[in-house]
């Protein structure tokens, strides 16, 4: 009988506790791009609906509600995120220690044809490095995003 006591007096206690992780809270807006490649002509941006963000191992963490704003609860050990969306391109998201507030701008996909896969990933890189710090710059100074050097 004492051993009973014992075992149901532990295995409610051990139905009690729940082990909680370190977590972090991310908020942020991602917002859709529309680039113009003419110079002298501002892009446009858009508010990304139903947006999805990933962990690296692509679990889905969350998604973004109809005016492109997200609160999702990572684990603290979390370094990367993906956000997602249809016919653009995948944003890395390096997460560091002080960043909790994120704005994302998401560039359209590109699409290569005829070009090795190889080929086809360097143009897209060099594609995003050009244009990418320069979405972010108009889109500040259309006020879409509240920082001049976001989290992302």
Same mark, same amino acid.
Not at 58 to 77: A, D, M, Y
Not at 88 to 117: G, H, K, M, R
């Given at each position: 009988?004492?051993n009973?006591?014992f075992?149901?007096?532990? =295995?409610?206690t &051990?139905?009690?506790?729940? &082990?909680n %992780?370190q977590t972090k809270?991310?908020?942020g807006?991602?917002?859709? !791009?529309?680039p113009?490649?003419? *110079?002298?002509?501002?892009?446009e =941006?858009?508010l &990304? @609906?139903?947006?999805?963000? =990933?962990?690296e191992?692509?679990?889905?963490l %969350?998604? !973004?509600?109809?005016?492109g704003?997200?609160?999702?609860e990572?684990p603290?050990n979390t !370094? *990367?995120i993906?956000v997602?969306?249809?016919?653009y391109?995948w944003?890395t998201?390096e997460? !560091? ?6 704005e994302?701008? #998401?560039? @359209? &996909?590109?699409?290569y044809? =005829?070009?090795? #896969?190889?080929r086809a990933?360097k143009?897209?890189? *060099?594609?995003?490095? *050009?244009?990418? @710090?320069?979405?972010y ?7 879409y995003i509240?920082?001049?050097? @976001?989290?992302?």
């Amino acid at each position: 009988m004492k051993n009973l006591n014992f075992l149901l007096t532990f =295995f409610i206690t &051990a139905c009690c506790l729940t &082990a909680n %992780g370190q977590t972090k809270t991310l908020r942020g807006k991602v917002l859709l !791009s529309e680039p113009s490649y003419e *110079k002298g002509v501002d892009s446009e =941006f858009l508010l &990304a @609906p139903d947006t999805k963000i =990933f962990s690296e191992d692509t679990v889905e963490l %969350g998604t !973004s509600n109809k005016q492109g704003i997200f609160e999702i609860e990572v684990p603290e050990n979390t !370094s *990367k995120i993906y956000v997602a969306w249809v016919a653009y391109d995948w944003e890395t998201i390096e997460l !560091s220690d002080n960043c909790e507030q994120l704005e994302i701008v #998401l560039i @359209p &996909a590109v699409i290569y044809d =005829f070009v090795s #896969l190889k080929r086809a990933n360097k143009l897209n890189e *060099k594609h995003r490095k *050009k244009w990418l @710090p320069e979405l972010y710059q108009q889109a500040f100074e259309q006020g879409y995003i509240t920082s001049e050097n @976001p989290c992302r």
